[in-house]
């Protein structure tokens, strides 16, 4: 039974790249959440989707970041243009509902920014 | 604003020494509590949740946590920790917003052999 799929599980880009994250739910599950951690910090929401849906994107940057989850495949964070200050740890997580359900974590992609 | 507080960032203990880990937050209505571990290596695990009732909750692995409401605090238990329990442990609240949780900073544990 197939945990939270994330890939690549490091990514290197230079500045001004684009990066693409993935992330498969786990089966069953059609809420998927991502989340950022910069070093020394802790997890920081960013977006909230449901199939073909954003439901929340309160976290989100406001310019070079965007989040899909299509209605078939996984779903992909994009972040434009990268700089430095994109490097972190990115976490997906999914769950079979939405609201107070636990969440099942994947293993993150950490982002390094060259 | 909505926020959760992990008093302690590095935590060092012996074998069979009990472990509490601090966990506040932000006055917010009702509220859905969980904390989550995170081994090295390892993605994030669940190892306890609070939603209501009983405010002594039992986990996985001799974990539990107290709510205490009217303290705002999850505090995390457990009455004697082995070295496997070395990792990362996150407090995480849902103010019942969606499924957005808001995390603490983390505690990591070490634990001396």
């Known amino acids: 039974n197939a945990g939270v799929m994330q890939n690549p599980r490091h990514l290197v880009r230079r500045r001004g790249q684009e990066a693409r994250l993935r992330c498969s739910p786990m089966k069953g599950h059609s809420h998927v959440y991502w989340y950022r951690q910069l070093p020394e910090e802790g997890l920081k929401f960013m977006v909230y989707?449901?199939?073909?849906?954003?439901?929340?994107e309160s976290g989100m940057p406001k310019e070079r970041f965007s989040a899909e989850f299509p209605k078939e495949g996984p779903s992909i964070l994009r972040i434009q243009q990268v700089v430095r200050g994109d490097s972190a740890a990115y976490f997906c997580?999914?769950?079979?509902?939405?609201?107070?359900?636990?969440?099942?974590f994947g293993d993150g992609t950490r982002l390094s920014i060259l | 604003a909505q926020s959760v507080s992990q008093h302690n960032h590095h935590v060092i203990l012996s074998e069979a020494a009990s472990l509490e880990l601090g966990c506040n937050y932000s006055?917010?209505?009702?509220?859905?509590l969980f904390w989550y571990v995170q081994y090295p290596g390892q993605h994030l695990q669940l190892l306890l949740k609070y939603f209501s009732g009983d405010p002594l909750v039992k986990g996985i692995k001799g974990f539990e946590a107290e709510f205490i409401k009217s303290k705002f605090s999850f505090n995390l238990r457990k009455p004697s920790v082995q070295w496997s329990d070395t990792a990362e442990y996150f407090c995480a609240v849902n103010y019942n917003q969606g499924g957005k949780l808001i995390f603490g900073q983390g505690t990591e544990l070490s634990v001396k052999p």
């Open positions: 006055y917010g209505g009702t509220v859905n």
């Open positions: 989707l449901q199939k073909e849906n954003i439901i929340d």
């Open positions: 997580a999914s769950s079979p509902q939405g609201g107070e359900q636990p969440q099942h």
